[in-house]
């Protein structure tokens, strides 16, 4: 097979093309359930506040709850 006689991409069947698309984004789904973005920690003693850490950018928020459920939020940081 010479390099003129190999097949051209857009001469590939449309069927290969949506199985690679089906593939990519099933691995795009297991990739992001093994290294997810956010963590959420309850924390307090009645569990009045939540903390949510960003793992990609590695951003700290923190949101504190009243009686009624309202959120407080605080600023994001940065801590490292």
Known sequence: MTADSAPRLRELPHALWIAAGLVV?????????VFPRYEFRVVGDDGHAV????RWTNELQRANYDAQGTPTLTPVI???
């Open 78 to 80: 940065r801590p490292f």
């Open 25 to 33: 984004m099933a691995m795009a789904i297991v990739i992001h359930a």
């Open 51 to 54: 903390i949510i850490y960003d």
